[in-house]
């Protein structure tokens, strides 16, 4: 399997911004999907952002303009970079990865919480 490692998690201000980061190692070969999730307290898990192995992205409306992922392949890491925080992004932030050989893995989980 995929295992991930995640860093970057917070507390900070409304208007301030965090960079997450995600470290896959394990059966990555041919990774296609990384991804971030997030989930608030009492919600489900929803799907922040996107990259395919093409470098195709994809944003919730609620983040476009705000929050910009980006991977190092080399690194095999991924990095969501979320800029002018508010409240409502508050969460346990995940990252999701998986291959083009149906190996995948879910991160351990980041707490970001942004104080108004």
């Known amino acids: 399997q995929v295992q991930l490692v995640e860093s970057g998690g917070g507390l900070v201000q409304a208007g301030g911004s965090l960079r997450l980061s995600c470290a896959a190692s394990?059966?990555?070969?041919?990774?296609?999907?990384m991804g971030w999730y997030r989930q608030a307290p009492g919600k489900q898990r929803d799907l922040v952002a996107s990259i395919t192995s093409g470098g195709s992205t994809t944003y919730a409306d609620s983040v476009k303009g705000r929050f910009t992922i980006s991977r190092d392949n080399a690194k095999n890491t991924v990095y969501l970079q979320m800029n002018s925080l508010k409240p409502e992004d508050t969460a346990v932030y995940y990252c999701?990865?998986?291959?083009?050989?149906?190996?995948?893995?879910w991160g351990q989980g980041t707490q970001v919480t942004v104080s108004s």
């Open positions: 394990g059966s990555i070969f041919s990774i296609n999907f």
């Open positions: 999701h990865v998986s291959t083009n050989y149906g190996m995948y893995g």
